[in-house]
């Protein structure tokens, strides 16, 4: 009876460790939603990249700014200030559209604002149970106008490169100022 007992134990163990599987995690090399990538360019030499200055980046629906600092604290105002050539802007998952707010040279004497407006189609793509799904997109209209509609402030044209934004190793957009 001891022999019976012992064997029924021992397959009860083994069909135990035999259901379990591994862990879902979702490995960091994982490619994720990709942001459009808006490079900035030289109005009057149009194949020189340009910084910007002390630029702001707000998405005007939730209103969140865009951190170009994640070191430093989140009452510090210049944690928000972009001074590149190249920037990354998330679009929303949820909608068509996503409006950004971009101030050059906050808080200075020259500060100027425009609206810069993407439109697009989204295609969800399933990685996996851990990852769950990314969102790739087709730009089907970029604009940049104040927000009365009249045109832009400091932007002065718009290119879009790249329509597919699959990856973030490319340009998909140029802004000449």
Same mark, same amino acid.
């Given at each position: 009876?001891?022999?019976?007992?012992y064997i029924?134990l021992?397959?009860?163990v083994?069909?135990s460790f035999w259901n379990c599987?591994?862990d879902?995690?979702?490995?960091?090399?994982?490619?994720t939603?990709?942001?459009?990538v808006?490079e900035?360019?030289d109005?009057?030499?149009?194949?020189?990249?340009?910084?910007?200055?002390?630029l702001?980046?707000q998405?005007?629906?939730?209103g969140?700014?865009?951190?170009?600092?994640?070191?430093?604290?989140?009452?510090d105002?210049?944690? +928000?200030?972009? @001074?590149t050539?190249? &920037?990354?802007?998330p679009?929303r998952?949820?909608v068509d559209e996503? $409006?950004? *707010?971009?101030t050059l040279n906050k808080?200075?004497?020259d500060?100027?604002?425009d609206?810069?407006t993407?439109? +697009?189609?989204? @295609?969800?793509?399933? &990685?996996s149970?851990?990852?769950?799904?990314?969102?790739?997109?087709? $730009?089907? *209209?970029?604009?940049?106008?104040?927000?009365?509609?009249l045109p832009a402030n400091?932007?002065?044209?718009?290119?879009v490169?790249?329509?597919s934004i699959?990856n973030e190793?490319?340009?998909h957009?140029?802004i000449?100022f």
């Amino acid at each position: 009876m001891k022999k019976i007992s012992y064997i029924a134990l021992t397959l009860l163990v083994l069909i135990s460790f035999w259901n379990c599987e591994k862990d879902d995690l979702c490995a960091e090399s994982t490619p994720t939603t990709p942001r459009v990538v808006v490079e900035f360019y030289d109005i009057t030499a149009p194949t020189e990249l340009k910084s910007v200055t002390d630029l702001v980046v707000q998405e005007t629906v939730t209103g969140n700014k865009l951190v170009a600092n994640e070191s430093l604290e989140e009452d510090d105002d210049t944690r +928000y200030l972009f @001074n590149t050539s190249k &920037i990354y802007l998330p679009l929303r998952t949820t909608v068509d559209e996503s $409006i950004f *707010n971009l101030t050059l040279n906050k808080d200075a004497v020259d500060e100027a604002s425009d609206v810069l407006t993407f439109q +697009y189609t989204r @295609n969800e793509i399933y &990685i996996s149970r851990a990852c769950g799904y990314k969102t790739n997109f087709e $730009i089907t *209209n970029a604009t940049g106008l104040i927000s009365s509609g009249l045109p832009a402030n400091w932007i002065q044209a718009i290119n879009v490169e790249n329509t597919s934004i699959d990856n973030e190793t490319e340009v998909h957009v140029k802004i000449f100022f």
